[in-house]
């Protein structure tokens, strides 16, 4: 197979709607009147940003001068030659994606018309290929075809969204979310290119796996069919095909087999099976090594010349949803299992990590990745109001151990049931499932967000018992029936939340847990992150917290003069579900919002995201395997917000983070205050048991000592334990002035750091802190030493860009000094350090 990329540099042209046909825009003769340059792959908007024709649509409130854009069509042109011993050929024209109406034209003929984002476009244009060659693209948004389309909303839905969205197949979100702002994309959002073939081509190539129950050998099975392009019966020439399965660092061979068969006209299924003994198994970050074999099929000659390949770096696995009754008062478990193993599911929900979705790089999508990694996450849910995401994302989420919970993209709302709308449906989910099937990062796969839920709601609030749920047929009956024929290898599940006759249920299924931060009405039970404690969900999909981004993002997206709060571009950035939520939460656990300078409004609202996180992760992780999964919304933004994430638009970390990545630890200790005592749990995601010490007290701020004690405590293998229950009745006498604190200990390495308080962060009475620290170089590593002798609230470690701690926002107890590595590179200085911390 040969392939002849036609990604690059465009000619891009902007018509009013329906104008470039009349004006025959699609010949080769026709000259654009005002043209400039685009990039495939690319968006319209991009293309127009580079040539200064709008401005940063994410900046400000640009995005509101740009929604012209959507209105349009847009004509892209390219001319490209054909070597002349291609020209014989079976060619293929392949859009990977188009975003989202268009019409292809090759030398003025129209080839295809197709109106869906997520589904590649293969055009057959053999003989139609000539040495030199003009390809014109037609392409809208598809809100001009939606404009007029009926449709009911949500009662329960937000206002802000349009929801003559549901007619159009391309990412909801950007008809503007809670968290992002109206920007529909249009464009050739993914690659271009054109393929040659031999005769023959491999087709939809599946690579299933099967473990012996000791785990000693393993079965890989690779299976598909062969294209022969020949219309003449009498041709049933004789192939090979090869399959090698490589270790994939350093390309060792593990095995191979060869099979030879007759490639009949159109296509010959085929099965080829290897046998791997001692097989390398793939399993979730912290439970062990995340092993990727390199998967390679060749379709070869009877000479052993190669006409076609598949490659795909791929691993090892089996996973199930284990589903069994539990006690009477709890209901029914919902846990992942990864090769037999109960696995706790820790991470976030996914959206696209750009407004304008093609903006995102590999380097991006690699570092949050990575990020997500060093926070111990084990799982993304990528949520079914954005895209199936790049299979460079699939594959880094592989690589470092990251399961993937797959919603198909339906979201929060009722869709059509239109026998075209349906016939579309099941084109995208045969196409998407063969694209994604090999990934091994997926999982799970899910109908849609929300709209199980919702649609239950919606019953409640219009008093309608029977009202109609349009598009079910598609969730559980479609769905169902598609996977169980082209991939029988992972669990399906309708919707998310999903489970009984109440789809949020805690008993069963997986569970949006939204009673705080949106669904409670009254404003100070809504901001009462300790009301996380009373939920006994199966698997938490869902659930988040509000806060601003670090100042110098801040800086990046809203103008100076409007750097306040409420300011125009505040509230245009701002999350529809605030309402007033910071505010709140601020006057009911640290002040009065009024008596805030801007920097404390942000330090301290960061701060309440962070342990409102923090306080719901240990709840449930505490309960493990009751709960079995732990996933806050979200990870991080589209663009620069006031919102739900923990990592920004602009890739800086809030302090949520630290905090996430403290309760996401492989090793937990964790606190549960009670009226006169505390109790202390520690949680093992490890596969070996442990044996361990707890070092604990009671003390004052000023670092003056009541009580202290240690514990020794076995914790099994991958399990959750209470290992004490400590009495602190003495501190109800002055519960302002003290805290109880704890360490966990492997050896001398500490685990673990952990306090809780007795009253609210506004009345604790807090010593003013002195915090001493130096820069320690110790067998070619970098550590920052800190230590106080009294209590330091919420210390922040402030290092030059090219350095980074591996905590951050973290208190100090009175004289134990607290180690950080750094990382980075080159010498770090101690000039270089600086030293913040709320009690300074």
Not at 53 to 59: A, G, M, Q, S, T
Not at 189 to 214: K, N, Q, T
Not at 617 to 635: C, D, I, P, Q, S
Not at 695 to 719: A, Q, V, W
Request: with cysteine; hydrophobic share 40%.
């Amino acid at each position: 197979m040969h392939r002849l990329s036609l990604d690059g540099s465009w000619i891009l042209e902007g018509l009013p709607y329906g104008e470039g046909v009349e004006k025959k825009a699609y010949r080769p003769d026709y000259t654009p009147s005002d043209p400039l340059e685009a990039l495939v792959p690319g968006e319209v908007h991009l293309d127009l940003l580079r040539a200064g024709r709008i401005p940063e649509p994410l900046f400000g409130e640009n995005a509101k001068l740009c929604q012209w854009v959507e209105e349009k069509e847009w004509w892209y042109r390219r001319k490209f030659s054909v070597p002349g011993e291609w020209l014989t050929l079976h060619a293929e024209l392949v859009f990977e994606g188009i975003d989202t109406d268009c019409d292809v034209y090759l030398n003025g003929e129209h080839l295809a018309h197709h109106e869906n984002m997520f589904v590649p476009l293969v055009i057959d244009v053999s003989g139609k290929l000539q040495s030199e060659n003009l390809l014109v693209v037609r392409v809208d948004s598809g809100v001009m075809r939606i404009q007029n389309k009926p449709f009911v909303p949500y009662p329960a839905g937000s206002p802000e969204q349009d929801y003559r969205r549901v007619w159009a197949r391309k990412a909801q979100f950007t008809f503007a979310w809670d968290w992002a702002p109206r920007l529909v994309n249009v464009g050739i959002w993914r690659s271009v290119s054109l393929r040659f073939f031999e005769g023959f081509a491999l087709r939809d190539v599946f690579v299933r796996g099967s473990i012996s129950c000791d785990r000693k050998s393993a079965t890989v099975t690779l299976s598909g069919a062969v294209e022969n392009f020949s219309k003449n019966f009498a041709c049933e020439p004789k192939l090979r095909l090869r399959a090698l399965l490589f270790e994939e660092e350093g390309r060792k061979l593990v095995v191979s087999k060869d099979e030879s068969f007759r490639a009949y006209p159109g296509l010959t299924n085929f099965t080829l099976t290897l046998e791997v003994s001692p097989p390398r198994l793939w399993w979730p970050n912290g439970f062990g090594e995340p092993h990727l074999y390199r998967v390679l099929l060749l379709l070869l000659d009877e000479e052993g010349r190669e006409l076609d390949r598949f490659e795909k770096a791929w691993g090892l696995r089996e996973v199930a949803l284990r589903q069994e009754p539990l006690s009477s008062d709890e209901g029914e478990s919902f846990i992942l299992t990864v090769n037999g193993e109960p696995i706790f599911c820790k991470g976030a929900d996914w959206v696209p990590a750009d407004s304008l979705i093609p903006r995102v790089t590999r380097e991006k999508y690699q570092r949050l990745i990575e990020e997500a990694q060093k926070a111990h996450f084990n799982m993304f849910r990528v949520w079914g109001g954005g895209i199936y995401e790049d299979p460079f994302f699939y594959e880094h989420c592989a690589r470092c151990g990251i399961m993937v919970w797959q919603d198909f993209m339906f979201a929060c709302a009722y869709y059509p049931k239109s026998p075209e709308f349906l016939q579309e449906v099941e084109r995208e989910i045969q196409a998407v499932v063969k694209q994604l099937r090999n990934e091994t990062a997926i999982v799970l796969w899910c109908g849609n967000n929300e709209l199980q839920w919702l649609h239950e709601r919606n019953k409640e609030i219009t008093g309608k018992k029977d009202l109609e749920f349009p598009d079910y047929d598609i969730y559980h009956i479609l769905m169902p029936r598609l996977l169980k024929d082209l991939d029988p290898t992972r669990p399906f599940w309708p919707s998310s939340p999903y489970g009984g006759s109440d789809p949020n249920s805690e008993n069963e299924g997986d569970r949006h847990f939204w009673d705080v931060s949106i669904l409670i009405e009254d404003l100070k039970e809504r901001v009462n992150y300790e009301n996380y404690a009373r939920d006994r969900g199966k698997f938490i999909s869902e659930f988040g917290v509000l806060a601003p981004p670090v100042l110098e993002s801040l800086r990046e997206f809203i103008p100076e003069e409007e750097l306040f709060l409420d300011s125009p571009s505040w509230q245009f950035h701002n999350n529809v579900f605030e309402r007033e939520n910071i505010r709140g939460m601020l006057r009911e656990f640290v002040k009065d919002p009024e008596r805030l300078s801007f920097p404390e409004y942000l330090r301290f609202a960061q701060l309440l995201q962070g342990e409102a996180l923090k306080f719901a992760l240990e709840h449930w992780r505490r309960r493990k395997f009751l709960t079995a999964g732990a996933l806050f919304w979200m990870y991080s933004d589209c663009w620069g917000a006031i919102g739900w994430t923990v990592i920004d638009y602009y890739l800086r970390k809030k302090p949520s983070y630290y905090f996430v990545r403290r309760a996401f630890q492989p090793v937990d200790l964790s606190l549960r205050r009670g009226e006169y005592a505390v109790e202390l749990f520690v949680v093992n995601d490890t596969p070996e048991a442990l044996v361990l010490a707890v070092e604990y007290g009671l003390s004052f701020f000023d670092g003056r000592e009541i009580t202290s004690g240690n514990l020794s405590c076995h914790i099994p293998s991958n399990s959750s334990r209470k290992v004490g229950v400590v009495p602190c009745g003495v501190a109800t006498a002055r519960p302002s002035e003290v805290f109880f604190w704890a360490r966990l200990l492997d050896g001398d390495r500490v685990l673990d750091w952990e306090r809780c308080f007795f009253v609210r962060f506004k009345d604790l009475k807090l010593e003013k802190a002195r915090v001493d620290w130096d820069v320690v170089f110790e067998k070619g590593e970098t550590f920052i030493e800190l230590v106080s002798p009294v209590f330091a609230w919420f210390v922040n470690v402030e290092l030059p860009s090219s350095f980074t701690p591996e905590d951050n926002y973290f208190d100090l107890f009175p004289g134990k000094v607290r180690r950080l590595k750094i990382t980075g590179e080159g010498e770090l200085k101690k000039q270089d350090v600086e030293i913040s911390w709320n009690n300074a």
